[in-house]
């Protein structure tokens, strides 16, 4: 079939082009020099200063903890927030902290006076003894709690993690040994390891995923006309569809073929790990993470490098690209475990912590639905373009690549 | 370069919106500029040699009086402005918003950044007529650093402002400008 | 399905310009030549008929097709543009197996046709060769290897030889007469001596209309009477240009032969002869008449 010659002769097109070498020295790189300060999966011992943290569903603890997040975001006027997924900083008006103060009044029983003085203090001098006397009312019910804290939410603009669903977030309380060792536990049966593992190599690839792909997909857009065979190749009878999707192909293939190999060396360490504590190892997690947590960020990349490039002629969806990928980056750093959002790079930024994986798992199920679709529909827009600048149906290309040029 | 300065500015307008900007102290604030503003460096230089990418133009520019590198020499100097610009209004920006820090050591640290893997960009453009590759490797550098890379880059890391200190940031400021201007050199004997 | 290329009033526009002028126009077989200027349409004509440009009215039919199909129409075209490269990496070989599997040739045909066609280009010996290191000639023997690769019905060639040496363009013309056989094959150019070598049946083209559409008889014949030959000497040349359109200038030591085109014999010119109108004369005759040259 036309379709598959084509590929195997685009494949073989891209081991002659530079960018992919390129691409091939910076994944390997960035590989070895981020999974290998990844720390082993090892049971816990007991007597060890700490376990790391874990979220409490102690409904004192999260109060407690919540509030005291509060305070401490009160006293720089200086609050995080997700309205639409991405992080943004708020700052609020005299009014608004007044609001603010006036809710927590009715929380912790002191008068706003206090209050506003205790604050003044913990913010310039940093000193958080400064707060230790507010605390939570003995009396208050958690759904009391809650629905004020809502109330703050809405002050913040929302999206902000003092909402009822995403409120356990403040609640890290350290784990006990009892703690690492269920963990421990649950890693090992029901996470495999091997989970752990790809989670994280998922987390760190997918870093340069976002980006790197779209300057194989631009070189390649761009090389038919460079090299003058845009015509003829128009006048073929290919259709526009097999064309550009056997090239699209072409490129999502070579990029991942690499993260699969390099795969093999976490997979490795995986299987070492579970023959040590003599448990099954889930063979395919690594192509689980590949196909179903990097791929749509590849799809999406190469999609948008391909869109851009077939209708400006030039450069721009790199650029454009890497707006994404900078917001991407960005945004996350501030949460690098439990928040995935609309992140084009979902992170994951830790080894095991299943449960937390768990919470978080439909949200990501969903993301990455949300981006195949997008990638398949720009892909389509794709198809559409190039072949109506094959019939000569679009000149506005000549038009835009004139700008875009200089 | 106009879709360039575009995107430039949007880079500015969006930094709010994904990055805490106010209320920072040294560290924060030169991490914002480390991580963040250096990216105008490959954004702003890097497109040096765009206008004259098509073979043809650049064949009508060779046959004209004014030699080649004095244009690029020109256009470079229009970019590094350009940045400037761009790096001290975001600086200043900081500022207003409440960040601390000395301007002129921070100013002077950006722009090493920024020169350097403008000119890292430049110097692959030199020798590669492939745009893509042309970003790709100051992109790789910067991941490279992101990734950990201080061990293996010793004095030429990108984010070493971290301490408040700029006393390795010359090393990258003449990396980056002994790189431009091999590029610029060297683009004249290579066609591409 | 008749082997023919219709075109029915076809207009096309490039915004305010207008590149194609109700163009009608009918295609048979053999070699059929396209003549005209820089910008007289040629081009933009070639393009519509390869469904690369979408007419702004009027109708095309390829062998009973009609060009908005575009896959089928394409199957039935090789074309090599004005302007024809390949991917710099692949050797000449590799070039054609590529643009043979876009025409959609299996494997085995191409593994057939391939060898016999770089024979026949000559390019035999430049198998590996890869497409940087060829030069204009080569690229342009394999463009035309690529254009018959899949044994389309018709061959658009678009200024084929411009840019060839002498020697090359001659080859190339042998070449594409050779190849024409039972086929339809186009080739546009500026040079009136490809014209004059290859084909019957010729269109002149200016300004986005056909101002000729028959033979090359019938343009020498529209001509005749009206050329004639001059001896004068080399100062009076200049002169001569003035008062009428000079078809061609020979210099011959202290003289000059001067063709040019008159009505009448002038008194002017005792010497000036009628001469049989070769087809550079028939060209500049016809452009003439037909309001000017330049």
């Given at each position: 079939?036309m379709?598959?010659?084509?590929?195997f002769?685009?494949?073989?097109?891209?081991?002659?082009?530079?960018t992919?070498y390129?691409?091939?020295?910076?994944?390997?790189?960035?590989?070895?020099?981020?999974?290998?300060?990844?720390?082993?999966?090892?049971?816990?011992l007991?007597?060890?200063?700490?376990?790391?943290?874990?979220?409490?569903?102690?409904?004192a603890?999260?109060?407690?903890?919540?509030l005291?997040?509060?305070?401490?975001?009160?006293?720089?006027?200086s609050?995080?927030?997700?309205?639409?997924?991405?992080?943004?900083?708020?700052?609020?008006?005299?009014?608004?902290?007044?609001?603010?103060?006036e809710?927590l009044?009715?929380?912790?029983?002191?008068?706003?006076e206090?209050?506003?003085?205790?604050?003044?203090?913990?913010?310039?001098?940093?000193?958080?003894s400064?707060?230790?006397?507010?605390?939570?009312?003995?009396?208050l019910?958690?759904?009391?709690?809650?629905?004020?804290?809502?109330?703050?939410?809405?002050?913040?603009?929302?999206?902000?993690?003092?909402?009822?669903d995403?409120?356990?977030?403040?609640?890290?309380?350290g784990?006990t040994?009892?703690?690492?060792?269920?963990?421990?536990?649950?890693?090992?049966?029901?996470?495999?390891?091997?989970?752990?593992?790809?989670?994280?190599?998922?987390?760190?690839?997918?870093?340069?995923?976002?980006?790197?792909?779209v300057?194989?997909?631009?070189?390649?857009?761009?090389?038919?006309?460079?090299?003058?065979?845009?015509?003829?190749?128009?006048?073929?009878?290919?259709?526009?569809?097999?064309?550009?999707?056997?090239?699209?192909?072409?490129?999502?293939?070579?990029t991942?073929?690499?993260?699969?190999?390099?795969?093999?060396?976490?997979?490795?360490?995986?299987?070492?790990?579970?023959?040590?504590?003599?448990?099954?190892?889930?063979?395919?997690?690594?192509?689980?993470?590949?196909?179903?947590?990097?791929?749509?960020?590849?799809?999406?990349?190469?999609s948008?490098?391909?869109?851009?490039?077939?209708?400006?002629?030039?450069?721009?969806?790199?650029?454009?690209?890497?707006?994404?990928?900078?917001?991407?980056?960005?945004?996350?750093?501030?949460?690098?475990?439990?928040?995935?959002?609309?992140?084009?790079?979902?992170?994951?930024?830790?080894?095991?912590?299943?449960?937390?994986f768990?919470?978080?798992?439909?949200?990501?199920?969903?993301?990455?639905?949300?981006y195949?679709?997008?990638?398949?529909?720009?892909?389509?827009?794709?198809?559409i373009?190039?072949?109506?600048?094959?019939?000569?149906?679009?000149?506005?290309?000549?038009?835009?690549?004139?700008?875009?040029?200089? | 370069?106009?879709?360039?300065?575009?995107?430039?500015?949007?880079?500015?307008?969006?930094?709010?919106?994904?990055?805490?900007?106010?209320?920072?102290?040294?560290?924060?604030?030169?991490?914002?500029?480390?991580?963040?503003?250096?990216?105008?460096?490959?954004?702003?230089?890097?497109?040096?040699?765009?206008?004259?990418?098509?073979?043809?133009?650049?064949?009508?520019?060779?046959?004209?009086?004014?030699?080649?590198?004095?244009?690029h020499?020109?256009?470079?100097?229009?970019?590094?402005?350009?940045?400037?610009?761009?790096?001290?209004?975001?600086?200043?920006?900081?500022?207003?918003?409440?960040c601390?820090?000395p301007?002129?050591?921070?100013?002077?640290?950006?722009?090493?950044?920024?020169?350097?893997?403008?000119?890292?960009?430049?110097?692959?453009?030199?020798?590669?007529?492939?745009?893509?590759?042309?970003?790709?490797?100051?992109?790789?550098?910067?991941?490279?650093?992101?990734?950990g890379?201080?061990?293996?880059?010793?004095?030429?890391?990108?984010?070493?402002?971290?301490?408040?200190?700029v006393?390795?940031?010359?090393?990258l400021?003449?990396a980056?400008?002994?790189?431009?201007?091999?590029?610029?050199?060297?683009?004249?004997?290579?066609?591409? | 399905?008749?082997?023919?290329?219709?075109?029915?009033?076809?207009?096309?526009?490039y915004?305010?310009?207008?590149?194609l002028?109700?163009?009608?126009?009918?295609?048979?077989?053999?070699?059929?030549?396209?003549?005209?200027?820089?910008?007289a349409?040629?081009?933009?004509?070639?393009?519509?008929?390869?469904?690369?440009?979408?007419?702004s009215s009027?109708?095309?039919?390829?062998?009973?097709?009609?060009?908005?199909?575009?896959?089928?129409?394409?199957?039935?075209?090789?074309?090599?543009?004005?302007?024809?490269s390949?991917?710099?990496?692949?050797?000449?070989?590799?070039?054609?197996?590529?643009?043979?599997?876009?025409?959609?040739?299996?494997?085995?045909?191409?593994?057939?046709?391939?060898p016999?066609?770089?024979?026949?280009?000559?390019?035999?010996?430049?198998?590996?060769?890869?497409?940087?290191?060829?030069?204009?000639?080569?690229?342009?023997?394999?463009?035309?290897?690529?254009?018959?690769?899949?044994?389309?019905?018709i061959?658009i060639?678009?200024?084929?030889?411009?840019?060839?040496?002498?020697?090359?363009?001659?080859?190339?013309?042998?070449?594409?007469?050779?190849?024409?056989?039972?086929?339809?094959?186009?080739?546009?150019?500026?040079?009136?001596?490809?014209?004059?070598?290859?084909?019957?049946h010729?269109?002149?083209?200016?300004?986005?209309?056909?101002?000729?559409?028959?033979?090359?008889?019938?343009?020498?014949?529209?001509?005749?009477?009206?050329?004639?030959?001059?001896?004068?000497?080399?100062?009076?040349?200049?002169?001569?240009?003035?008062?009428?359109e000079?078809?061609?200038?020979?210099?011959?030591?202290?003289?000059?032969?001067?063709?040019?085109?008159?009505?009448?014999k002038?008194?002017g010119?005792?010497?000036?002869?009628?001469?049989?109108?070769?087809?550079?004369?028939?060209?500049?005759?016809?452009?003439?008449?037909?309001?000017?040259?330049?």
């Amino acid at each position: 079939m036309m379709g598959k010659t084509l590929f195997f002769k685009e494949c073989k097109e891209i081991l002659k082009s530079i960018t992919y070498y390129i691409f091939l020295i910076c994944v390997a790189v960035f590989f070895v020099s981020q999974m290998g300060s990844v720390a082993a999966v090892s049971k816990p011992l007991p007597g060890a200063e700490s376990y790391g943290w874990k979220y409490s569903d102690d409904e004192a603890d999260i109060m407690a903890s919540a509030l005291d997040n509060l305070l401490f975001e009160l006293s720089r006027n200086s609050f995080g927030t997700y309205p639409i997924g991405f992080y943004k900083q708020v700052t609020l008006s005299e009014d608004e902290q007044e609001e603010i103060y006036e809710i927590l009044v009715e929380l912790v029983g002191k008068t706003k006076e206090e209050l506003v003085e205790a604050v003044k203090i913990y913010g310039s001098s940093m000193d958080h003894s400064a707060v230790e006397s507010i605390y939570i009312r003995q009396d208050l019910s958690y759904e009391e709690f809650c629905h004020a804290f809502n109330r703050i939410d809405k002050i913040l603009g929302g999206g902000s993690y003092y909402r009822d669903d995403k409120i356990y977030n403040h609640a890290r309380v350290g784990k006990t040994y009892q703690d690492a060792v269920d963990d421990y536990r649950y890693i090992i049966e029901k996470d495999h390891v091997s989970g752990a593992y790809a989670r994280i190599f998922a987390d760190y690839m997918g870093i340069i995923l976002g980006i790197l792909p779209v300057f194989i997909a631009v070189t390649r857009a761009l090389k038919d006309r460079r090299a003058k065979v845009d015509q003829v190749i128009y006048s073929k009878a290919c259709s526009s569809a097999v064309i550009v999707i056997t090239r699209y192909v072409a490129i999502i293939a070579m990029t991942l073929l690499p993260v699969f190999i390099l795969s093999i060396n976490p997979l490795l360490q995986t299987i070492y790990v579970a023959a040590d504590n003599g448990i099954t190892v889930d063979y395919l997690a690594f192509l689980k993470v590949i196909l179903g947590w990097l791929l749509p960020t590849v799809l999406f990349t190469v999609s948008i490098g391909f869109l851009l490039t077939e209708m400006t002629n030039g450069p721009l969806a790199i650029l454009i690209q890497g707006l994404f990928w900078i917001i991407s980056v960005f945004a996350a750093s501030t949460n690098l475990i439990g928040y995935v959002g609309w992140n084009l790079i979902p992170r994951f930024n830790t080894v095991g912590s299943y449960t937390v994986f768990q919470s978080i798992f439909d949200d990501l199920v969903r993301n990455r639905i949300f981006y195949t679709i997008i990638a398949i529909l720009i892909l389509a827009g794709t198809i559409i373009i190039y072949d109506k600048k094959r019939r000569g149906r679009i000149h506005f290309d000549r038009a835009l690549s004139k700008h875009i040029k200089g | 370069m106009l879709p360039h300065i575009i995107v430039a500015v949007g880079l500015f307008f969006l930094a709010p919106f994904i990055m805490g900007v106010r209320n920072l102290d040294l560290y924060y604030t030169a991490k914002v500029l480390d991580t963040y503003v250096s990216l105008f460096g490959i954004v702003l230089l890097v497109p040096l040699f765009l206008p004259d990418q098509d073979k043809d133009i650049r064949e009508l520019i060779r046959s004209k009086r004014e030699s080649i590198v004095v244009l690029h020499f020109i256009r470079m100097g229009q970019a590094l402005l350009v940045l400037s610009i761009f790096v001290a209004s975001f600086l200043a920006f900081l500022q207003k918003g409440n960040c601390i820090f000395p301007f002129g050591r921070y100013f002077y640290g950006t722009m090493s950044s920024c020169i350097f893997l403008g000119g890292l960009g430049i110097l692959i453009y030199a020798f590669v007529d492939n745009i893509a590759a042309v970003y790709m490797v100051p992109l790789m550098y910067y991941i490279l650093c992101y990734g950990g890379g201080k061990k293996y880059l010793g004095k030429f890391y990108l984010f070493s402002m971290f301490n408040g200190t700029v006393e390795d940031k010359i090393y990258l400021l003449i990396a980056g400008l002994v790189m431009i201007i091999a590029g610029i050199l060297i683009r004249k004997r290579f066609p591409g | 399905m008749d082997m023919k290329i219709v075109l029915n009033d076809v207009s096309k526009f490039y915004g305010q310009k207008q590149a194609l002028d109700h163009v009608n126009l009918e295609i048979h077989k053999g070699m059929f030549g396209l003549l005209g200027r820089n910008g007289a349409g040629k081009t933009t004509l070639m393009k519509t008929i390869t469904t690369l440009l979408a007419p702004s009215s009027g109708e095309i039919t390829v062998c009973g097709v009609k060009v908005k199909e575009g896959v089928k129409v394409r199957e039935m075209i090789g074309y090599l543009p004005q302007d024809f490269s390949m991917y710099g990496n692949m050797s000449a070989y590799e070039s054609l197996d590529y643009l043979g599997v876009l025409s959609g040739l299996s494997k085995s045909e191409r593994k057939e046709r391939i060898p016999e066609l770089l024979e026949k280009v000559n390019l035999r010996s430049n198998t590996r060769t890869k497409v940087k290191a060829m030069s204009g000639g080569m690229r342009r023997r394999l463009g035309i290897a690529q254009a018959i690769l899949h044994n389309p019905r018709i061959i658009i060639v678009d200024e084929p030889t411009a840019g060839l040496d002498p020697e090359e363009r001659i080859r190339f013309r042998n070449l594409l007469t050779e190849i024409a056989g039972e086929r339809i094959v186009i080739l546009s150019t500026h040079i009136v001596g490809d014209i004059e070598a290859t084909c019957e049946h010729i269109a002149v083209m200016d300004q986005g209309k056909i101002i000729f559409n028959g033979t090359v008889s019938q343009l020498l014949e529209d001509a005749n009477g009206n050329i004639y030959e001059a001896k004068v000497s080399r100062i009076e040349v200049e002169e001569i240009k003035k008062q009428y359109e000079v078809t061609n200038v020979l210099m011959q030591s202290t003289e000059a032969l001067v063709r040019f085109i008159a009505n009448k014999k002038e008194e002017g010119l005792p010497t000036a002869e009628v001469v049989l109108p070769n087809v550079e004369d028939a060209y500049m005759y016809l452009m003439y008449k037909n309001g000017g040259i330049k």
